[in-house]
C-alpha cells in the first residue's frame, strides 16, 4: 500500500483525532500536532473544535514538512545555496541534490512526500469533523476555510516539488486506500484546481485580519488573497493574480505594509508584524518543543579546521557566490540575508562570536534562518529553535502586483511596486522596468526564503531556457527533468506501482 495511504488510514481511526484538547485553543505552543480528541466534542464546542484546527497549524512543525529536507530541496536544490557544512557530511544525499543529480532513492524526496501528506490527512480529518458539526455557521466555515487554506498550502508545495501527485480529497477507509483511485497521480491541473477552490473557499469565509478568532498566526483574508495571488501567478492567470494581491495592497482584505527594518523581518521582534501575511507559529512550550524541527539549526554557523568552539548547527544552506553576484552595490539586503565569516571572525547582531575562517566549515550562512540563544526565546533544545518561518509576506505581494502588472501591460504599476522595495534596501529607484528587473528583485527581496528553485521553474515556462541559464551560471546542469523531483521510490512500490515515475528519472 502506498505510504500516504497507510498515514492516512493510521491518522483517520474513527474515534481518535491529532490534537491534544486540554489547552486555551487560542494557544499554539501547547497544541500536539497529534494526540487524542473527542470527536463528538470537536464537533459541537466552539473551544475544542478551535484545538482541533489549532493541531492542523502545528503539524508544520513537522521536520519532514518545513526542516532539514524542505531546506535542501528548496535553498539548496536552486542557485540561492550551496550544500555547505562539509565534504564527507551528505546526509542523506544532499549533495546529490545540490547537482541535480537526484534520483528516486534519497530519503529527502521521500520525507518532503510522507511530511506533506500527513498534514493533508490531518487537514481532511478536522475537515470532515468540522462539516458534520452543529457549531454555529459563520464560525463553522471560517475554521473550515483556515483549514482549507492549510490544505491548499500543502499541495502547493507537493505540486511544486513533484508535478502530478495523488488528490486525496477526504478520510479515506482501508479499502479505499488500497484503490488505484488514492494510488495514482491525479495531474499538475487537477491539483492546481483543487488547491485554488480550497483558497476560494477560504477567501470568501475566514476573518479579516482583527477580527475575530484571528490572533497571530491564523489564517486571515489577507492571507487567503495572498497565496491564492500566488498560485495564479504560477498558472499566469495574470488579471486575477493581479487583482488579488491589489485587494492586499490598498488594504480592501486587511492593513498591511512593509516593516522598516528588512533585517528586523527574521528576528523574534518581527515576528506577525504589519509585513506577515502567514508564518508558521513557534515558542516556548512545558516541553520544549514548539519549533520546526532542525530548521534553524541545520542553518547554523558550523565548526571546522580549527575548531575550538561551541558552533551554531550543521552548517546546510550555504548562501552561494551566485546569489552575492545578484546584489547591486549598497543594497542593504545582502548583510541582513547572510552571514560572512571574516577573517578575524565576526560578531553577529546578538554579540554572538562565530571565530575566524579557520575555525569554520564555510564563509558564509544564512541569516534569515539564524535564532539567538541568548536575546530571543530559547529554552535549549537547539533542534527546535522557536523560529517562527516567513511563508507569505507582503513585500512577496508587491512583487506579484508588479510580475502581473508587467504582463498585462500596465508598466507603471509594475515599476511602483519594484522601486517601493528600494529605499528600506538604501537603493535609488528604477527609471524603467521589464521582467527581468521584476524576476532580479524577486530573488534579492526573496534570498534563501524557500522559493527560488519554483520560480526558476515558473520562469522557464514564460521565457525557455531561464532556468537553465541560472543553475548554468552557478555551474549545475539543468535537464527538463528537474521541472520537477522524481517520486520517491518507496512510495512507488507501495503502491505496487500504481504510482507512476515522472519523465526521465
Same mark, same amino acid.
Given at each position: 500500500?502506498?505510504?500516504?495511504?497507510?498515514?492516512?488510514?493510521?491518522?483517520?481511526?474513527?474515534?481518535?483525532?491529532?490534537?491534544?484538547?486540554?489547552?486555551?485553543?487560542?494557544?499554539?505552543?501547547?497544541?500536539?500536532?497529534?494526540?487524542?480528541?473527542?470527536?463528538?466534542?470537536?464537533?459541537?464546542?466552539?473551544?475544542?473544535?478551535?484545538?482541533?484546527?489549532?493541531?492542523?497549524?502545528?503539524?508544520?512543525?513537522?521536520?519532514?514538512?518545513?526542516?532539514?529536507?524542505?531546506?535542501?530541496?528548496?535553498?539548496?536544490?536552486?542557485?540561492?545555496?550551496?550544500?555547505?557544512?562539509?565534504?564527507?557530511?551528505?546526509?542523506?544525499?544532499?549533495?546529490?541534490?545540490?547537482?541535480?543529480?537526484?534520483?528516486?532513492?534519497?530519503?529527502?524526496?521521500?520525507?518532503?512526500?510522507?511530511?506533506?501528506?500527513?498534514?493533508?490527512?490531518?487537514?481532511?480529518?478536522?475537515?470532515?469533523?468540522?462539516? +458534520?458539526?452543529?457549531?454555529?455557521?459563520?464560525?463553522?466555515?471560517?475554521?473550515?476555510?483556515?483549514?482549507?487554506?492549510?490544505?491548499?498550502?500543502?499541495?502547493?508545495?507537493?505540486?511544486?516539488?513533484?508535478?502530478?501527485?495523488?488528490?486525496?480529497?477526504?478520510?479515506?477507509?482501508?479499502?479505499?486506500?488500497?484503490?488505484?483511485?488514492?494510488?495514482?497521480?491525479?495531474?499538475?491541473?487537477?491539483?492546481?484546481?483543487?488547491?485554488?477552490?480550497?483558497?476560494?473557499?477560504?477567501?470568501?469565509?475566514?476573518?479579516?485580519?482583527?477580527?475575530?478568532?484571528?490572533?497571530?498566526?491564523?489564517?486571515?483574508?489577507?492571507?487567503?488573497?495572498?497565496?491564492?495571488?500566488?498560485?495564479?501567478?504560477?498558472?499566469?492567470?495574470?488579471?486575477?493574480?493581479?487583482?488579488?494581491?491589489?485587494?492586499?495592497?490598498?488594504?480592501?482584505?486587511?492593513?498591511?505594509?512593509?516593516?522598516?527594518?528588512?533585517?528586523?523581518? &527574521?528576528?523574534?521582534?518581527?515576528?506577525?508584524?504589519?509585513?506577515?501575511?502567514?508564518?508558521?507559529?513557534?515558542?516556548?512550550?512545558?516541553?520544549?518543543?514548539?519549533?520546526?524541527?532542525?530548521?534553524?539549526?541545520?542553518?547554523?554557523?558550523?565548526?571546522?579546521?580549527?575548531?575550538?568552539?561551541?558552533?551554531?548547527? &550543521?552548517?546546510?544552506?550555504?548562501?552561494?557566490?551566485?546569489?552575492?553576484?545578484?546584489?547591486?552595490?549598497?543594497?542593504?539586503?545582502?548583510?541582513?540575508?547572510?552571514?560572512?565569516?571574516?577573517?578575524?571572525?565576526?560578531?553577529? &547582531?546578538?554579540?554572538?562570536?562565530?571565530?575566524?575562517?579557520?575555525?569554520?566549515?564555510?564563509?558564509?550562512?544564512?541569516?534569515?534562518?539564524?535564532?539567538?540563544?541568548?536575546?530571543?526565546?530559547?529554552? +535549549?533544545?537547539?533542534?527546535?529553535?522557536?523560529?517562527?518561518?516567513?511563508?507569505?509576506?507582503? +513585500?512577496?505581494?508587491?512583487?506579484?502586483?508588479?510580475?502581473?502588472?508587467?504582463?498585462?501591460?500596465?508598466?507603471?504599476?509594475?515599476?511602483?511596486?519594484?522601486?517601493?522595495?528600494?529605499?528600506?534596501?538604501?537603493?535609488?529607484?528604477?527609471?524603467?522596468?521589464?521582467?527581468?528587473?521584476?524576476?532580479?528583485?524577486?530573488?534579492?527581496?526573496?534570498?534563501?526564503?524557500?522559493?527560488?528553485?519554483?520560480?526558476?521553474?515558473?520562469?522557464?515556462?514564460?521565457?525557455?531556457?531561464?532556468?537553465?541559464?541560472?543553475?548554468?551560471?552557478?555551474?549545475?546542469?539543468?535537464?527538463?527533468?528537474?521541472?520537477?523531483?522524481?517520486?520517491?521510490?518507496?512510495?512507488?512500490?507501495?503502491?505496487?506501482?500504481?504510482?507512476?515515475?515522472?519523465?526521465?528519472?
Amino acid at each position: 500500500m502506498n505510504q500516504i495511504h497507510k498515514n492516512t488510514v493510521l491518522w483517520c481511526l474513527p474515534a481518535i483525532l491529532l490534537f491534544s484538547g486540554i489547552f486555551a485553543c487560542n494557544n499554539y505552543l501547547d497544541v500536539k500536532p497529534q494526540g487524542q480528541l473527542n470527536e463528538e466534542a470537536a464537533a459541537s464546542d466552539p473551544a475544542t473544535a478551535q484545538k482541533l484546527v489549532i493541531g492542523v497549524y502545528n503539524t508544520m512543525w513537522e521536520g519532514n514538512m518545513h526542516g532539514f529536507p524542505f531546506v535542501v530541496m528548496t535553498n539548496v536544490a536552486s542557485d540561492d545555496a550551496d550544500k555547505g557544512s562539509n565534504a564527507t557530511d551528505d546526509l542523506p544525499n544532499s549533495g546529490r541534490i545540490d547537482n541535480l543529480d537526484m534520483d528516486a532513492s534519497i530519503n529527502h524526496i521521500n520525507s518532503i512526500w510522507s511530511g506533506y501528506y500527513l498534514g493533508i490527512a490531518r487537514a481532511n480529518q478536522a475537515i470532515q469533523v468540522l462539516g +458534520g458539526s452543529t457549531l454555529e455557521e459563520t464560525l463553522k466555515n471560517q475554521l473550515l476555510g483556515e483549514v482549507r487554506f492549510l490544505r491548499a498550502y500543502f499541495y502547493f508545495n507537493l505540486v511544486r516539488f513533484f508535478g502530478g501527485v495523488p488528490e486525496v480529497d477526504k478520510v479515506i477507509s482501508p479499502q479505499e486506500a488500497a484503490s488505484a483511485t488514492y494510488q495514482t497521480k491525479a495531474t499538475k491541473d487537477e491539483i492546481y484546481q483543487f488547491i485554488i477552490e480550497d483558497l476560494e473557499f477560504a477567501l470568501a469565509n475566514v476573518a479579516a485580519k482583527g477580527g475575530a478568532n484571528t490572533s497571530a498566526g491564523r489564517v486571515t483574508k489577507g492571507a487567503a488573497a495572498g497565496m491564492l495571488a500566488k498560485v495564479m501567478l504560477y498558472r499566469q492567470n495574470w488579471q486575477r493574480a493581479y487583482s488579488l494581491a491589489d485587494s492586499v495592497i490598498t488594504q480592501k482584505v486587511g492593513a498591511y505594509g512593509l516593516d522598516n527594518s528588512y533585517f528586523d523581518i &527574521w528576528r523574534e521582534t518581527g515576528a506577525n508584524s504589519q509585513e506577515s501575511l502567514f508564518e508558521v507559529q513557534t515558542g516556548i512550550n512545558s516541553i520544549c518543543e514548539a519549533g520546526i524541527a532542525s530548521y534553524a539549526e541545520c542553518q547554523g554557523v558550523r565548526a571546522g579546521g580549527k575548531f575550538g568552539w561551541a558552533d551554531l548547527g &550543521w552548517g546546510f544552506g550555504a548562501p552561494s557566490q551566485s546569489l552575492l553576484n545578484e546584489y547591486a552595490a549598497g543594497d542593504t539586503r545582502r548583510e541582513a540575508s547572510i552571514i560572512f565569516i571574516g577573517a578575524t571572525g565576526t560578531v553577529l &547582531w546578538d554579540g554572538v562570536r562565530v571565530p575566524s575562517q579557520d575555525s569554520v566549515e564555510n564563509p558564509r550562512y544564512n541569516y534569515k534562518s539564524y535564532h539567538s540563544q541568548v536575546k530571543e526565546s530559547y529554552c +535549549g533544545n537547539r533542534g527546535r529553535m522557536p523560529k517562527n518561518l516567513r511563508i507569505l509576506r507582503y +513585500g512577496e505581494i508587491l512583487l506579484i502586483r508588479a510580475e502581473a502588472a508587467f504582463a498585462l501591460g500596465n508598466t507603471a504599476t509594475a515599476l511602483a511596486d519594484v522601486n517601493a522595495l528600494h529605499p528600506r534596501a538604501g537603493l535609488a529607484p528604477l527609471g524603467s522596468i521589464d521582467r527581468h528587473a521584476i524576476w532580479h528583485e524577486r530573488r534579492v527581496e526573496l534570498a534563501l526564503e524557500h522559493d527560488r528553485y519554483f520560480d526558476l521553474i515558473r520562469q522557464d515556462e514564460v521565457e525557455p531556457g531561464t532556468a537553465a541559464a541560472a543553475f548554468a551560471a552557478h555551474g549545475k546542469t539543468f535537464a527538463a527533468k528537474n521541472k520537477v523531483f522524481p517520486i520517491p521510490r518507496q512510495q512507488i512500490d507501495l503502491s505496487n506501482n500504481n504510482l507512476v515515475q515522472n519523465d526521465g528519472y
